[in-house]
């Protein structure tokens, strides 16, 4: 069975950093994507960045290009998001999600079948 456990949220004022963290268990994994995505109350689940396990390739939301870093330890079974120059409209609760790498959007919430428990993260201004 597929657990994602999210750590690393907080409160962090504007342009500080944040690093949160997804251990993986259940699988092995090599031939996964990992994505992150965040909610809002209210609001659709938005997609932040994916990794690819196989490959390292990585892919960014626009709205976070530049900011945000996703990574991955092989030895570890964890995926990463450095987040940096944090801004008051990144707050939300962040969820780690898994999905088997075949063909369709690594973008879209819905391809994703395994989701962590999510981690809050406060931006303040």
């Known amino acids: 069975q597929v657990q994602l456990v999210e750590s690393g949220g907080g409160l962090v004022q504007a342009g500080g950093s944040l690093r949160l963290s997804c251990a993986a268990s259940g699988r092995t994994f090599s031939r996964y994507v990992m994505g992150w995505f965040r909610q809002a109350p209210g609001k659709e689940r938005e997609f932040v960045a994916a990794i690819r396990w196989s490959d390292g390739n990585t892919y960014y939301a626009d709205s976070v290009k530049g900011r945000f870093t996703i990574s991955r330890d092989n030895a570890k079974n964890t995926v990463y998001l450095q987040m940096n120059s944090l801004k008051p409209e990144d707050t939300d609760v962040y969820y780690c999600?898994?999905?088997?790498?075949?063909?369709?959007?690594?973008?879209?919430?819905?391809?994703?079948?395994?989701w962590g428990q999510g981690t809050q993260v406060t931006v303040s201004s």
């Open positions: 999600a898994a999905r088997w790498d075949y063909s369709g959007s690594y973008y879209s919430a819905e391809q994703y079948a395994y």
